[in-house]
């Protein structure tokens, strides 16, 4: 084969990768749906302090007016110590993520470590892991199309800092999975078809390498998850009045 052409047929390879993985990361689902809402206005907050969430059952505060799957978690067995480090790991990467995001629109916002000296006014949200799977690598490389896709899915909750206790304003639950790569499987067939098995391998093993573009990490769902609560919290503070549409 010309030298021109291997060069040619391999920056088109290249270019397909690109644009499949820009694509896919679009489709990459997220949801969020409403559990609770306090009717009526609410003060605007200095700071919005936001927590890691929490990952296993000693984590989870009782005395906030959880929902009841929330509260249904607290009472499961406590996960194995792999399990609680991976949703440390997605719990900070949601947290920080969420933060710089919260800056962005305009709520001045931090991370919160621990009780702070005082809640005066300030917003404070909170959440729990209701499930969090690394899914499986391998389903997802050689079988593709969402199978052994990574899932993250949260109960998040914003409070008002009151006078000795802090007040549910919104609840919600969202959800984020990695998105729907091509798996070898696919590819390779393809390929086969069309009697180019070489550069169908090529194409497989690029997709392998752009997985990390295709969030197919618990870390990148948790990140992602935090998109998806920005978005709500936004929605609530211009419905509040607190920052203006964007």
């Not at 990361?25 to 206005?41: D, F, K, S, Y």
């Not at 006014?121 to 892991?129: L, N, R």
């Amino acid at each position: 084969m010309p030298h021109a052409f291997r060069s040619s047929r391999a920056l088109a390879c290249n270019f397909a990768v690109v644009a499949i993985a820009s694509l896919l990361v679009a489709c990459a689902p997220t949801n969020v749906q409403t559990t609770w809402e306090r009717l009526g206005p609410a003060t605007r907050p200095q700071q919005v302090i936001v927590y890691d969430f929490a990952v296993s059952p000693d984590e989870v505060q009782l005395d906030r007016g959880l929902e009841a799957d929330v509260l249904q978690m607290a009472k499961q067995t406590t996960p194995d110590e792999e399990k609680i480090q991976l949703g440390h790991a997605a719990a900070r990467a949601a947290s920080e993520s969420l933060v710089q995001k919260l800056n962005a629109m305009g709520m001045p916002a931090v991370r919160g470590t621990g009780m702070p000296v005082s809640w005066a006014g300030s917003a404070v949200v909170e959440g729990q892991f209701i499930s969090l799977s690394q899914g499986n690598s391998t389903e997802r490389d050689v079988i593709g199309l969402g199978l052994g896709r990574s899932d993250v899915r949260a109960n998040v909750q914003l409070y008002e800092a009151t006078p000795g206790r802090l007040e549910k304003l919104e609840s919600f639950q969202a959800d984020a999975k990695s998105g729907y790569k091509p798996g070898m499987a696919e590819t390779m067939g393809a390929g086969a078809a069309a009697g180019h098995l070489a550069v169908s391998a090529a194409v497989s093993v690029a997709g392998d390498v752009a997985s990390e573009m295709l969030a197919d990490t618990v870390k990148a769902d948790a990140e992602r998850l935090a998109s998806a609560v920005a978005q709500q919290l936004q929605s609530y503070f211009v419905q509040q009045g607190w920052i203006p549409p964007q």
